[in-house]
């Protein structure tokens, strides 16, 4: 059982937009940022949202990224099929001396 | 350019122990964040312990809290991760990750390769 909630699956054709939430807590979300990963089969994993809604240099800015209070989302638009990969939110949290915490993935197919 | 090579992956028994390293290159190694996260094959990321840059602040998570310990030798521009009562639960890939600076936080930009720990 994860500390952040993400679906288990999304899926969108080319061209669709599509969103992974990710829900947290007060302890997380609401208090630190969201980061986003991206994982492709085989690699490691890459940042393509930073503190909420940044994008770092490099990736498209069909990727973009929002908070509020306790939930955060991934938004993918314009969806191609090399963006079918595994994506994480990821927050720090503050109970117990802090900690940092991923949520269970979300699986993005692209039909 | 950045790099991090981890090494010290095996195979261990139930209750043993491994030291796994992760050495930099291409950056101040003193002034960045280190982490180490794992992934059973197959399945999602986990955090499992930071050490952030300057000060030497430690975390844990709860599942490796009190057998599990991080280090860093900013001589040798390499972190450890002491691997201590294993289980067959800690069976992953471990990658080691370079924070954004010297803070402890969720922002990874380079990652290791990853060492594969087995635990049977």
């Known amino acids: 059982q994860s500390v952040l909630t993400q679906p288990r699956s999304v899926s969108g054709t080319p061209g669709q937009t599509v969103t992974i939430s990710c829900s947290g807590s007060?302890?997380?979300?609401?208090?630190?940022?969201v980061y986003w990963y991206q994982q492709l089969p085989g690699t490691a994993p890459k940042v393509v949202i930073y503190r909420n809604d940044e994008r770092p240099s490099g990736v498209p800015d069909r990727f973009s990224g929002s908070k509020s209070g306790t939930s955060a989302s991934l938004a993918i638009s314009g969806l191609r099929s090399e963006d079918e990969a595994d994506y994480y939110c990821a927050s720090w949290d503050n109970r117990l001396g802090g900690r940092g915490v991923f949520g269970g993935g979300t699986k993005l197919t692209v039909l | 350019e950045v790099q991090l090579l981890e090494s010290g992956g095996d195979l261990a028994q139930p209750g043993g122990s491994l030291r796994l390293s992760c050495t930099a290159s291409g950056f101040i190694f003193a002034d960045y964040a280190m982490t180490w996260v794992r992934q059973v094959p197959g399945k999602g990321l986990e955090w499992v312990s930071s050490?952030?840059?300057?000060?030497?602040?430690?975390f844990y998570a709860d599942s490796v809290k009190g057998r599990f310990a991080i280090s860093r030798d900013n001589s040798k521009n390499t972190v450890y991760l002491q691997l201590t009562a294993l289980r067959a639960d800690d069976t992953a890939v471990y990658y080691c990750?370079?924070?954004?600076?010297?803070?402890?936080?969720?922002?990874?930009?380079?990652w290791g390769q990853g060492a594969p720990v087995t635990v049977s």
């Open positions: 990750a370079r924070g954004h600076s010297w803070e402890s936080s969720m922002r990874f930009d380079f």
């Open positions: 007060d302890s997380n979300l609401a208090t630190n940022y």
């Open positions: 050490f952030s840059g300057g000060g030497g602040k430690t």
